[in-house]
């Protein structure tokens, strides 16, 4: 049997006195479309980046594709995606810069990671 696509048992997150996601159960099945829909504070932001692993989670359980967060976290990460609303550091970057980071996030060493981003720069003429 195929495991769901995401799995969330009792998730919670607060900041300070405040819950931003309180008790969340949630389970979404392979080849789904789901997205977050509500107000302002209702706690999209922080499940997707307690999902993503952007920022852990106070309590509860996450599963992805079969794995377990915060165990498996990088495994997680090699299999999504995640399209940030804002720019987070994207903007500060080289086009060199950028390419080194993709690299290390598909688990290059960084001297590869680098060596790579500069053969990609030279073979489309953008470097200095």
Do not use: W
Request: net charge negative; with cysteine; aromatic share 8%.
């Amino acid at each position: 049997m195929v495991s769901p696509a995401i799995v969330v048992r009792n998730l919670r997150k607060c900041y300070g006195d405040k819950a931003a996601v309180d008790g969340l159960d949630l389970e979404v099945p392979r080849g789904s479309f789901f997205g977050f829909l509500g107000p302002n504070g209702a706690g999209k932001s922080t499940t997707i980046r307690m999902l993503t692993g952007l920022i852990p989670a106070d309590a509860g359980s996450i599963e992805l594709l079969g794995f377990r967060m915060p165990a498996d976290e990088m495994e997680i990460k090699r299999r999504i995606g995640l399209v940030p609303d804002e720019s987070l550091l994207f903007d500060r970057l080289t086009g060199g810069e950028f390419l080194e980071f993709v690299g290390r996030m598909y688990g290059l060493a960084r001297a590869s990671a680098t060596e790579r981003a500069r053969a990609l720069l030279d073979l489309f003429e953008l470097a200095d």
